[in-house]
């Protein structure tokens, strides 16, 4: 098996830059011991204007009678023969895509120590791999690489014998890609679709196999018009599996966006203001209003649900009171980013046991939820579509039921305030609806009243007289101890934290 990846450059900006990303020396030839093989990487040309770095699997076939994997998925031979004459050895298939991820994993994951600059970059490509097997054909090849920013897709069809063209094309094909991308991103691509196309795997599927597609998938699967094509394939047609992975693939499409992300436009918004003195941005207000209700609630033990990347669970972790803090995000890059935040690999024992962080969806009843003193929702709501609500309320009050629950949410009436807002448009693109505080207070009121809480609401920034604070904070504390009966609400109070000077 065999597959080239070549760049173009210049002496401002070498093309051998290829080398420190691929963490493999241009002037060196490399062989990496693998379970099927061998694996050689090698420099064909290496100058500051072209680059090309090559990767030869050299595929053992005794080897992969002795592992049983002969022909593929389920590795069962068609007949005894089939065991040692396929196409294994040749033709690019999961063995390449396994060892493009042992050979090049930092690259892969778009890592370079020694200049850590150089992976954020798109870089000219051209990746070329001369027999890749592709079930559906070229044009198969171009709806799966030709969503993903590639300007040049080139399936060629491989005859089946070049001395007798009237035999007609092979299930094989002459790839050409060519664009400017990022390398990880083109390496992940490859990592996944080189199974897709040749629709088998050498290894048994295991459940594992779904977090491994969304991994690489990150950034890209989840829009992509054939994900559904590309998740069974890749996990070799399994239902339970596929079914797993595609809804959580629909969940990271719908999630809302990064937490720094909201910031972001948050302190964008503050900054355009036209001020004596820079104001405290807003994301800083609304995790202070946060921190203020959870302490004035007695909390403990708290649950971030949607806690992006790390921000409010970095900021209870420095105070000892709370003895346990859980992050929850449905974004796995999220939760990537706020590990890297918190860096639990550098606290003491007693301080990395108060923290845990994992993936999962408050479209969904979640066990791990349950028993909690309270629950955070900071920016979450307007993130899901309407419909998707319902499921959300049951999954934090029906189920999970903390004692107390913090819902934050902009206020759409002080859109007007910002002028650096266009006019009728939300906050964040991934925004499925803002609320006035009218809407805010009635979703919140009724959803009380069905489970048994009361509900407060707390202005968070600048509480202008005439369309009110920038986010809206409703602060729900659980009055009884059972869902209340269908069409008998609970005694549900809806009350206005007071302002400065007024009677409560």
Same mark, same amino acid.
């Given at each position: ?25 241009? +002037? ?29 699997? +050299? ?118 890609? +060519? ?12 990592y996944v679709l080189l199974p897709v196309l040749d629709d088998a795997k050498h290894y048994w599927v295991a459940p594992d196999e779904v977090d491994k597609l969304l991994r690489a998938g990150d950034g890209w699967l989840a829009a992509h018009p054939e994900n559904g094509l590309i998740t069974s394939r890749y996990l070799a047609r399994h239902k339970r599996l596929t079914r797993d992975a595609l809804e959580r693939l629909e969940l990271v499409r719908l999630a809302e966006a990064d937490g720094s992300e909201v910031e972001e436009l948050d302190n964008a918004v503050d900054e355009g203001r ?231």
């Open positions: 098996m065999f597959l080239t990846i070549s760049t173009t450059g210049s002496a401002e900006r070498p093309a051998t830059d290829l080398g420190f990303l691929l963490h493999k020396h241009p +002037e060196k030839a490399q062989a990496f011991t693998t379970s099927h093989g061998t694996a050689h990487v090698f420099y064909p040309e290496a100058t500051a204007e072209r680059c090309t770095a090559a990767l030869l699997l +050299e595929v053992d076939p005794v080897a992969l009678v002795r592992r049983g994997q002969g022909k593929g998925r389920g590795g069962a031979p068609d007949a005894a023969l089939a065991q040692y004459v396929n196409d294994r050895p040749y033709a690019a298939s999961s063995l390449l895509a396994v060892a493009l991820s042992a050979v090049f994993r930092s690259a892969l994951g778009g890592q370079c120590t020694a200049r850590p600059e150089l992976p954020g970059q798109a870089r000219p490509l051209r990746i070329e791999i001369p027999v890749l097997p592709a079930r559906g054909g070229a044009e198969l090849v171009r709806r799966l690489f030709g969503p993903l920013g590639w300007n040049l897709v080139e399936a060629e069809p491989v005859p089946l014998d070049e001395q007798f063209p009237e035999w007609g094309d092979s299930r094989y094909v002459r790839l050409t890609l +060519e664009g400017e991308l990022r390398l990880a991103d083109a390496l992940r691509q490859l036209d001020t004596e003195e820079r104001p405290v941005p807003l994301a800083v207000q609304r995790r202070e209003a946060v921190l203020a209700a959870l302490q004035a609630a007695g909390a403990r033990r708290v649950l971030d649900l949607g806690c992006g990347q790390g921000q409010l669970v970095q900021a209870l972790l420095k105070d000892p009171a709370y003895t346990e803090i859980v992050g929850m995000d449905v974004s796995m890059r999220a939760l990537s980013i706020a590990a890297r935040r918190l860096r639990p690999e550098r606290m003491g024992e007693r301080q990395s046991a108060r923290v845990t962080l994992f993936q999962g969806s408050l479209a969904y009843t979640d066990k791990r939820l349950a028993g909690y003193d309270a629950a955070v929702l900071s920016e979450v709501i307007e993130h899901l579509d309407p419909a998707r609500l319902p499921g959300l309320e049951y999954a934090v009050f029906g189920a999970a039921r903390p004692r107390t629950v913090l819902v934050t949410t902009p206020n759409v009436e002080y859109n007007v305030r910002w002028e650096t807002l266009p006019a009728g448009h939300v906050r964040h693109g991934d925004h499925r609806f803002e609320w006035t505080r009218e809407e805010f207070r009635g979703w919140a009121g009724s959803v009380a009243a069905r489970h048994g809480y009361e509900v407060a609401f707390v202005p968070v920034g600048d509480d202008d007289p005439e369309v009110g604070p920038p986010t809206q904070m409703a602060v729900f504390t659980r009055v009884t101890d059972t869902t209340a009966t269908p069409g008998t609400p609970a005694t549900t109070h809806t009350t206005d934290t007071p302002k400065e000077g007024e009677a409560a």
